[in-house]
C-alpha cells in the first residue's frame, strides 16, 4: 500500500510540475523557442524563477527528516500531508503570475501544447527516478521521502529539457509545413516577389509598399511582423490565393543564415534593405555581422532583379556600391545622386507633406505618418512602386491613403484634449531619435514615458545614456520603467542638464500610468517610446 501511496504523490508532484512550468514556457516562447535565450532569462531572473521552489524544498526536508528522526513508524502518513502542502505555494505562485495581464500572453499554438506533453514526460521520468532513490536508497533512513521535494528544482531544467527533447520533432513538422510553402510558390512563377529586411522599419515598409502597390496590383501582405519562416510560411500555406499578383515578404534575423534561410522559400526578385545599424547586437556581434547578413536578401535576387538601398545611411551606401545588379538608391539628406529623394518636408497635425521626386518627376505628397525615417520608408516603397511600373499619379494616392502602423508614432484619439503618441514598437537607436525630433514638432508640455532599448550588445548602455541626451532637449517630464535598466538614460538626462525633479521612475508601465493620467491636462503631449515585452519585466 506504502509503494501505491508514493507512486500517487510523486505522480501529482510530476503533474503540478508541468502546471507550475506554464510561466516558463511564455518566456521561452518570446525568446523564441531558444533554449541559450531562456537560460540567460533564467540566469537574470534567479530568484524569481528558484525562490519558492528553493524554500518549498528546503522546508520539505527538514519536516520530513524530523518525522523520520521523531517519529519514524509514521513517515508515509507525514509525508502525504507535508508533500502536498509543498505544492500548494508553487501552484499559487503560478497562478498568481498568470493572472497578472501580460502585454502578450503565452499563445497555445500546436507547438505549445506539443511542448507541454513532453514536459510531461520529462517530469514523469524525473519522478519516477526520484521515486526508486526514495524506495531503493532512502527508505528507513534520515532521508527517507525527501527525495520528492528535490523535484521542485527542476522547474527550469525540465522545460530545457523538454524544448530539447522537442527539437527533433518541431524541426520535422516545421520542414514538412516548409516545403509545403515552397512548393506553392514553385507552382507561381508569375507571382511578383519583393523582400524587405532592415535593421528596423520593416514591418513599416511592408504596410507602407503595400498600400502603394495596391493602386495597381493585388498584393499579399503578411499580417503583424511575421517575418519567420514559420511565419511566412504559415502565410503561404493559409492566405495566398491564385488572385494575388504580389506577396510581400518582411524578412527577419536575429543569427546570420536567417535571412538566407527565409530567400530558400521566397525567392524574391527585388530586395529592399530598410537600415543597417545597431539592433540585436547580442546576437550579432557586431555591426559587420548585421550588414552581411542583410545583404544575404539582395544575395539571394536573381541576375535580372533589383535591389534598393536608402542612401542616407552610411552602411547601406556600401551595400549599394558591392552590388552589381539593378539597383537604386533612396535618400532625403544624402548629398549624392539618388533616383528617388523627397524634399520639402513639412510636419503639422495632419501628418507630413513633402516633394517626392522619381527621376527628376517632382510629384507634392501628402501623408498620416509622421517622421522623417517615415518618409525615408515611403521613399524605399516608392522607389519599389515605381521600378514595377506604378505612375506618378498612382504612388500619390497610395502614399495619401497610408495609415498610421500600429505602435509606430501612432496618434491616439482622445477625448480630453491630451495628445498620445503610440510609439511602443520602437526599440533602436534611430527610431527613437526620430521619435523625439518628432516631439519637438508638438506644442504643449511634453511627457516621455520609457524602459529604453535592449538587445543591443554592448553598446545597449551607451546608446540609452546617448537616448536621454537626445530626450533631455525634447522633453518636459520623463518617467522611466524598470530602475535599473534604464539607469543609463537617467545619467544621458542628467549628462544634458535635464531637471532631476522631472525624472521620475517606476517599476512597471502601469504603476507609471497610474500616475501619469492623475497629472497630465488638456494640451500635453505624451509619447510611449517602446514597450519591452514580459520577459523584459525587472
Keep these: 500500500m506504502t509503494v501505491y501511496i508514493l507512486i500517487a504523490v510523486y505522480m501529482m508532484g510530476a503533474a503540478a510540475m508541468v502546471y507550475a512550468s506554464a510561466g516558463l514556457v511564455h518566456m521561452l516562447q518570446l525568446e523564441g523557442y531558444k533554449n541559450k535565450n531562456l537560460l540567460r532569462w533564467i540566469r ?20 520530513m527528516s524530523l518525522v523520520n528522526i521523531v517519529m519514524p513508524s509514521a513517515d508515509i502518513y507525514a509525508f502525504v500531508p507535508i508533500a502536498l502542502a509543498g505544492l500548494c505555494p508553487v501552484l499559487h505562485a503560478t497562478r498568481k503570475n498568470r493572472a497578472q495581464k501580460a502585454k502578450k500572453p503565452l499563445v497555445y499554438t500546436s507547438r505549445v501544447k506539443r511542448l507541454f506533453l513532453m514536459l510531461a514526460v520529462v517530469y514523469a521520468i524525473v519522478a519516477f527516478c526520484l521515486l526508486m532513490l526514495d524506495i531503493y536508497a532512502a527508505k528507513d533512513t534520515l532521508a527517507s521521502h525527501t527525495p520528492f521535494f528535490i523535484l521542485m528544482l527542476f522547474i527550469g531544467a525540465g522545460v530545457v529539457c523538454a524544448n530539447a527533447a522537442a527539437a527533433p520533432i518541431e524541426k520535422s513538422v516545421q520542414r514538412r509545413y516548409f516545403n509545403d510553402a515552397k512548393k506553392k510558390l514553385e ?19 511592408k504596410f507602407i ?35 494575388h499578383e504580389v506577396f510581400i515578404a518582411e524578412m527577419g534575423a536575429r543569427h546570420v543564415g536567417d535571412i538566407k534561410e527565409l530567400c530558400g522559400l521566397v525567392h524574391p526578385k527585388f530586395g ?27 544575395e539571394s535576387l536573381p541576375p535580372d532583379g533589383c535591389a534598393f538601398f536608402p542612401g542616407d545611411n552610411e552602411i547601406c551606401r556600401g551595400l549599394y556600391d558591392r552590388t552589381g545588379i539593378e539597383k537604386k538608391l533612396f535618400s532625403i539628406d544624402y548629398e549624392g545622386k539618388s533616383d528617388v529623394r523627397a524634399e520639402n518636408i513639412r510636419t503639422g497635425s495632419f501628418g507630413s507633406r513633402f516633394d517626392l521626386i522619381l527621376n527628376g518627376e517632382r510629384v507634392e505628397c501628402e501623408t498620416k505618418l509622421l517622421g522623417k525615417h517615415n518618409i525615408l520608408n515611403i521613399l524605399g516603397c516608392a522607389s519599389v512602386a515605381y521600378r514595377l511600373g506604378l505612375t506618378a499619379a498612382q504612388i500619390r494616392l497610395g502614399i495619401r491613403k497610408i495609415q498610421p502602423i500600429e505602435h509606430r508614432l501612432q496618434i491616439l484619439p482622445t477625448a480630453n484634449g491630451i495628445t498620445v503618441i503610440d510609439d511602443a514598437f520602437n526599440a533602436n537607436p534611430s527610431g527613437v531619435r526620430a521619435a523625439m525630433e518628432v516631439l519637438k514638432g508638438f506644442e504643449g508640455r511634453k511627457v516621455v514615458v520609457t524602459p529604453g532599448m535592449v538587445e543591443l550588445g554592448e553598446s545597449e548602455e551607451s546608446e540609452n545614456r546617448a537616448f536621454g541626451r537626445v530626450m533631455a532637449d525634447a522633453a518636459d517630464t520623463v518617467m522611466l520603467i524598470g530602475p535599473k535598466h534604464t539607469r543609463p538614460i537617467y545619467e544621458g538626462l542628467l549628462e544634458a542638464g535635464f531637471d532631476e525633479t522631472n525624472i521620475q521612475v517606476y517599476n512597471s508601465l502601469d504603476e507609471a500610468s497610474k500616475v501619469l493620467w492623475s497629472f497630465v491636462t488638456s494640451g500635453d503631449v505624451v509619447i510611449f517610446v517602446n514597450d519591452l515585452p514580459d520577459n523584459y519585466n525587472e
Design 272 to 298: 529592399l534593405i530598410t537600415s543597417v545599424g545597431p539592433q540585436h547586437l547580442e546576437t550579432f556581434g557586431s555591426i559587420e555581422t548585421i550588414a552581411s547578413t542583410k545583404y544575404e536578401l539582395i
Design 187 to 205: 507552382e507561381r512563377p508569375d507571382l511578383i516577389r519583393i523582400g524587405i529586411t532592415g535593421s528596423y522599419g520593416k514591418t513599416s515598409c
Design 209 to 243: 509598399l503595400g498600400t502603394i502597390l495596391a493602386e495597381k496590383y493585388n498584393v499579399l501582405v503578411p499580417p503583424s511582423s511575421y517575418n519567420t519562416p514559420m511565419g511566412l510560411t504559415r502565410v503561404v500555406r493559409e492566405q495566398m490565393k491564385p488572385s
Design 44 to 63: 537574470a531572473n534567479t530568484k524569481k524563477v528558484y525562490r519558492i521552489p528553493l524554500i518549498v524544498t528546503a522546508v520539505g526536508i527538514v519536516l
